[in-house]
């Protein structure tokens, strides 16, 4: 059984970065589809960036692109989502989700793996 393990949250200020990172265990597919998505209070959750098995294919929202770049380490089994000049509304639980999926989807139903989630909070 596939384990996710999120980390890398925390308190930052607006302008602020943080890298979060995503470590898996447990995996036998060869091939699988990274994605973050977030969830901020009331709210749904989003999709917020994904990244293929080679990294040949990687799509963002349009809120996070330009200041969000997700990465992976194959050989590490770990997923990556550097976030750089954190707004106030970056603020939610993330997220990290995979899938034997070849190509980066939008909907967290195409993802059976969920991490736990990571807080991260952006105060002004």
């Known amino acids: 059984q596939v384990q996710l393990v999120e980390s890398g949250g925390g308190l930052v200020q607006a302008g602020d970065s943080l890298r979060l990172s995503c470590a898996a265990s447990?995996?036998?597919?060869?091939?699988?589809?990274v994605a973050w998505f977030r969830q901020a209070p009331g709210k749904n959750r989003e999709f917020v960036a994904g990244?293929?098995?080679?990294?040949?294919?990687?799509y963002y929202a349009d809120s996070v692109k330009g200041r969000f770049t997700v990465s992976r380490d194959n050989a590490r089994n770990t997923a990556y989502l550097q976030m750089n000049s954190l707004k106030l509304e970056d603020t939610a639980i993330y997220y990290c989700?995979?899938?034997?999926?070849?190509?980066?989807?939008?909907?967290?139903?195409?993802?059976?793996?969920w991490g736990q989630g990571t807080q991260v909070t952006v105060s002004s």
């Open positions: 989700a995979d899938g034997a999926v070849r190509w980066v989807s939008t909907f967290p139903h195409q993802y059976p793996n």
């Open positions: 447990g995996r036998t597919a060869s091939s699988y589809t």
């Open positions: 990244i293929t098995w080679t990294g040949g294919s990687i």
